[in-house]
């Protein structure tokens, strides 16, 4: 039973290790770029103050970076304050233009709910018609019921119910079982 435990969580928890995974290594690349970019402008920084140097004086060329830096970084604030966030009523060209797929190929969100739907009780239909047969009408409205609560639930959290059903069936199996010496 700890074994199939092992195998549904380490199922279920793959693709979140690969996301993070991904995720990881960009955010290292992207830390590795900036740090590339910050050593990269201390150095340009450096021999454009020996060059002006040079021509205005040490002074002078101190003044010129530095404006230069503050011009840059004022520009910077006002476009940062500028920008627009767009809205999510009116979606970009690009993305209106990336989102247009032909009518038929698409699936409504209803379409895949009642496909879902019609997948369980083909499913459940021979149990529930075994204990209708058996005369065990409480167990069958409690499957029926389950499938029910299962038809308005995301699949995601079916699989998130079983595996915390899972833990605590575990954990209660546990605890009945005698200690090992």
Known sequence: MNGFISRLIGDATAPLRETSTRLLQKAVLFFLAISFLF??????????????QTLAGSVGAALSIGGLYLAAGVIGIFVAMRERPVRADRPSAALREKNTVPME??????QGKADFANTIDDSIAPF??????????????ALDAGAEIAKQLHPFSLVAFAMISGFILGTIMRRSEPPRA
């Open 128 to 141: 529930l018609d075994i204990l209708k047969e058996a005369g065990m009408e409480r167990e069958r409205l």
């Open 39 to 52: 050593v990269a402008s201390i150095f340009l920084t450096i021999a454009l103050f020996v060059f002006l």
């Open 105 to 110: 190929e698409t699936e409504t969100p209803r």
